[in-house]
């Protein structure tokens, strides 16, 4: 029993933070933002790291490696609010591998692995997907839901690029008749997408935690650091308490994914119910802990605020998870006939 | 006990609404110039009517209105959605500042033009070191043959570009105790030694502005109140601010809250039980916002003084903002990431409702010191 | 428009704070309770100023006075924490009064006006009324629904005295069968006694405020009082406003009832709802705020609390109310037709 | 990345799980007495079988066991629902601070019957006017004759009716700073100058006591840690105590939600949608606590200090537990107001969690100053 990460892991972790924190200062990632771009040329360094096909077998081009070592990238990418398009590509990777024939695993997985097709999945729900990262650039568009999926072809979509709160994700409305059906497990698929994306929400909140920590330790107000006001002190108390709720929640996921699949389904689902909640309530408790500098655009907070938003409503809300861990628990049930 | 409103109430209302049926401008225009002129135009238009500083006394070109009769305007203007008119903050905050702490010329040059919008003030408090703390401003004015010259930042700024005067608090003492040091003036705003840069929120838009000032000049005529007290002036200009609040902001959510229940019929969620759950309550806060304001303006008329009932009624108004349009983002489901949606942008601004006009905590401080007589926090 | 009192009322307030004061001493509130018994001195006190019947018309020996008195006796019941059979008789009173008929009325009410006639009043479903104040000493009991109610006599009911969390108030379970039909609005009846309920907690958010706030004034911790904490501080704050939420809303309710009846339902539903909630809220708080010493059965906050938690679930709860706020208030209704 | 358990770590649980199936005492009966003497003759049950002072080291008569087996043996006896022996504090506490800062002759004396249950131990830190301010004890030692004389007052005392030994903070030194006089002493409860006074709860019950204490006597070699080291040798005590909450806490919490599942399905409220919300959220929360808590072990293992994340376990829990007691009542209806049944006992019960052991607003302050680094709160 240890909850800690492997040494190899930690090389993993500490290499996408300093990497991410090179390539991505908060003032290139606003530049990113305001213009609505991503960073092609780092992107095309973290593909040539591998990233993208990390949990992808090496037969198909990835790495081999687990979910565990994607929730520790999705993690760091979240912290940094790096604006590349790492989870679309990662989605449509763990859509193909988790639910695609080996053809199709053998067709595709290559190119997503080493960056050059690009790809994306999307929740589909009453015919269309309403929220499908980058599918606007996207060459195949994979759309899920519980019961299965389909693989598009970019022409075979009607793709509505969609501008959102988000700056540093690029969206769209996905509608398409057809496609290439998968016929594997689309439901593992969605939850190891979702136990991403709770890494991801991780990220967000250590960051703006931290952010706010530092801005109540420095801003004074009546003659002493705000952080010494109990007010101030207990919200950060509290953002330490989901952040590290967050945490607990998504790395069990990921290990779930890797070592006790039979857990894994729940454990995505509280995941994504606790970060979405946590992602919202740390970054709104961190903006109000700066005040108004923390309400300017001018201030970076808004852009993880904002992420954080988007991240809790896709791939299902905390409510749609949530009563999802209350069919898996058991708990709701209804009684056994006597 | 009465809650009904008595027949000259009932005539106010009743003429003020039909008034509003026939003269109601329609929204702003999208663009940011042409909203303040279309705002501009409807203040020309309120005053007119002897709308425009409908609580001021008679003699200073007012309607020496009743209470009730301010809070029955907050609510028609609000039900109406009428946009704020163009010199909002010298109406509410300006005028009634000079009315009672100007001198007579003071009076007779500032007060009138406020009214018919001819002039348009804005209010220099905030800077960007002291949010909470007012008495720690560090703008100073220093006085040199007569006038005061200026040097500092101010921040929060609305309608700056377009003021023609600013109401400042600087300080005129280095020496003197936090509070003790500061003086309220006037600030013309057409001089080059002010600087108006506009401040862009997380909505996009950009309501507020800095002001940067570098040895702008005011004439000693131009401190209200005398030199060293712009420490009262200004909690007078901030307790005018909440106590006229409470009417207008409920009457503004019950709009809210139809809108929502509007929005949760379109989307096909009313049979919820969740959904149904946080409507109602809803509903029921936004009730007692009402209550709890209308609870407050009784109070005020026993005892003729604004007291610090107002500070509940912003907290309250600020976390029920919040929760309303939170629910209608949870509502619009992948909808409620678009940008371009007017729920969206309700609910990104309504974070800034437990800040702006004293924070949440603050106002919680005020409560637990001046309301429970708790022992002031350390 | 006024949302004070007349001289009347104030007066009817005074004079009803005062004797309460008087004749219930906390000491003698926890005498009572620790003996399970009412005061019957006081309560013939009581009744011969003509407190059980102040909503009841001049004709039926009552005092021709509203809801709004009713409320205002209610809440300085809550206050006091008065151990008396009032809210059983006012809520028998109010069934008779609103859903009787002229002959059911003239029959029963003169007897429950001057205290001589026992009555009592419970929320019947499912065959049964599972929360009845003062059943087991009342000769009359009327079971109401928001279909139709009836009166039974002592002997007609099947009446199982319970021991509950509330040792203030006396409460039985009751089934029956029969009984004597009230054909009138027992809906409107209902909308009353919640009312008075609502008013009751009022009187126990504001005594536990109270206490909570005297307390942070005196106890000194860390070399200051506790109320010079924030935390503690802007406890109290959130008391205060759920205690004067509560006052709002049951004030209004009270008035509606007698000036506005069309808006009493909602208003009703809305002041029971939201003091249930407070009541709960703010005497926990209060609890907190104490410490250890407020967890003891010496001090006399638990009296208050257990009273808050047991008004909260008598005649429906927070929930159940909040159901019939979104029924009436027309917002989560069905989109009209097309 | 392993949250599987070992082979040995396996077997043990295995082993401990079997036998605890074989020797479950049964419940604890409704006298207070004979519930005691249920809980001491358990005490020994465990010692015999060697799961007494499970975590001291085997020289004191422990079994030195490894932080994981100290946690599964924490959760199994939560999830055996086993009473908590005798002399709990004795062997979470007691033992280990005369192992920390004991002398030769004091382990020799007092560790052994501790084990056995021989001799039961109480806490005496807490004092009326002192609750989370533990420096400012005003219970004195004074010297005299080569003993101690002690006077003053103590509360929230378990066992002190049943108890030998007291573990007490007392100040002996009146002119120190706070911290700094006070001295940690191993008293004698078999003493007149001690009386006992039972402190009953809301919930009814007494599980703790005050100490009237009128020059009580302890000898000097009572003294723990050296005088005028009582609030570092105290210290200790809480933080074990902490440290060892987490995954029995969290396996009682998972105990309390299955059996509060079974209280949804009897009343037939599993197809609410709200109570199904609420039903997951604490699912979610109470699978969080244990991860939590695991992690928390982890951290200890690698740094070998408990640290403060045990405060935030602790204050997770409390309001784990009232949420989840809170929904039960609400699930009881009408029947959420009877006195005898166990949910309501519960739920009232509950309201302590954010007090005992270091209140919410305590944890809070620790977890701001000591894991976020915020300045020191005044």
């Not at chain 1, 800690?4 to 090179?22: G, N, V």
């Not at chain 1, 907070?301 to 896709?314: S, Y």
């Not at chain 2, 279309?38 to 001021?56: I, T």
């Not at chain 2, 989307?267 to 039980?273: F, Q, S």
Request: some cysteine; overall charge negative; proline content about 4%.
């Amino acid at each position: 029993m240890n909850f800690d990460f492997s040494d190899d892991q930690q090389a993993i972790k500490r290499t996408a933070k300093d990497l991410l924190a090179a390539r991505f200062t908060l003032d290139r990632v606003r530049e990113l933002a305001e213009g609505r771009r991503y960073d092609e040329t780092a992107w095309t360094e973290l593909c040539e790291l591998g990233w993208p096909g990390i949990f992808v077998s090496e037969d198909n081009g990835g790495q081999g490696l687990g979910i565990v070592e994607l929730v520790i990238l999705m993690e760091e990418l979240g912290y940094a609010l790096a604006p590349v398009p790492f989870l679309s590509t990662a989605s449509a990777g763990l859509a193909l591998e988790l639910a695609g024939s080996d053809e199709q695993r053998e067709r595709w997985l290559p190119g997503i692995s080493s960056g050059e097709l690009r790809a994306t999945a999307g929740l589909e729900s009453n015919g269309e997907a309403r929220l499908v990262p980058d599918a606007d650039a996207a060459e195949l568009i994979v759309l899920l839901s519980r019961d299965g999926g389909r693989v598009l072809e970019r022409s075979q979509a009607e793709v509505e690029p969609l501008e959102t709160i988000d700056a540093t994700r690029h969206f769209a409305r996905v509608r398409g008749e057809g496609g290439e059906p998968l016929e594997g497990d689309t439901s593992a698929a969605l939850d190891r997408i979702v136990t991403a994306i709770a890494a991801e929400l991780t990220g967000v909140c250590q960051r703006t935690m931290e952010m706010a920590v530092e801005y109540a330790r420095d801003r004074k107000q009546f003659g002493r650091p705000i952080g010494a006001y109990q007010a101030v002190a207990h919200r950060c108390a509290q953002m330490l308490l989901e952040t590290e709720g967050a945490r607990s929640a998504s790395y069990y996921a990921g290990w779930t994914a890797d070592a006790e699949p039979e857990s894994m389904p729940q454990a995505a689902s509280m995941a994504k119910a606790y970060a979405s909640d946590a992602g919202w309530r740390v970054t709104a408790s961190a903006l109000q802990v700066h005040g108004g500098i923390g309400f300017t655009w001018e201030h970076d907070l808004h852009f993880f605020l904002k992420r954080a938003k988007a991240d809790g409503i896709l791939f299902g809300s905390a409510g749609s998870h949530r009563e999802r861990v209350a069919e898996l628990s058991g708990l709701a049930a209804e009684p056994a006939p006597a | 006990m009465d809650l009904t409103l008595s027949p000259s109430e009932e005539a106010f209302r009743d003429e003020l609404r039909a008034w509003l049926a026939d003269n109601h401008p329609g929204e702003d225009p999208p663009d940011d110039d042409a909203a303040f002129e279309h705002r501009r135009v409807w203040q020309k238009k309120l005053y007119d009517a002897g709308y425009a500083g409908f609580s001021w006394p008679k003699e200073y070109g007012g309607r020496g209105a009743t209470l009730i009769e301010q809070a029955l305007f907050g609510e028609e203007m609000a039900r109406a959605k009428a946009p704020s008119p163009a010199n909002v903050l010298g109406m509410v905050m300006g005028g009634p500042v000079v009315i009672a702490h100007g001198d007579d010329t003071q009076k007779e040059r500032w007060l009138k033009p406020i009214l018919t919008g001819d002039e348009i003030w804005c209010q220099g408090f905030s800077e960007p070191e002291s949010g909470s703390d007012l008495a720690s401003l560090k703008t100073r004015a220093v006085k040199s043959n007569g006038e005061w010259v200026v040097t500092g930042q101010k921040v929060w700024t609305t309608y700056a570009h377009k003021a023609k005067w600013c109401m400042l608090v600087a300080r005129t003492d280095q020496d003197a105790q936090k509070h003790a040091g500061l003086t309220y003036f006037i600030m013309d705003m057409e001089q080059e030694e002010v600087q108006v840069r506009p401040l862009r929120q997380i909505t996009g838009e950009a309501e507020f502005n800095e002001l940067f000032i570098e040895e702008a000049r005011i004439p000693d005529e131009n401190v209200v109140g005398g030199v060293g007290n712009g420490w009262t002036v200004a909690i007078t200009t901030l307790m005018h601010e909440r106590a006229g609040l409470g009417a207008s902001a409920a009457a503004g959510m019950r709009i809210a809250l139809n809108e929502l229940g509007e929005l949760a019929r379109e989307r096909g969620v009313t049979d919820d039980p969740v959904i149904r759950q946080r409507l109602a309550q809803l509903a029921i806060e936004v009730e007692l916002l009402r209550l709890n304001a209308w609870r407050g303006l009784t109070a005020i008329m026993k005892t003729g003084i604004p007291g610090p009932e107002g500070s509940v009624v912003k907290w309250q108004w600020g976390e029920l903002n919040q929760s309303l349009t939170e629910l209608a983002v949870d509502i619009l489901g992948e909808d409620g990431a678009l940008w371009d949606s007017p729920w969206t942008y309700r609910f990104l601004r309504s974070r800034a409702n437990s800040i702006e006009g004293g924070t949440t905590e603050i106002l919680k401080n005020i409560v637990a010191e001046r309301v429970l007589g708790l022992p002031k926090l350390r």
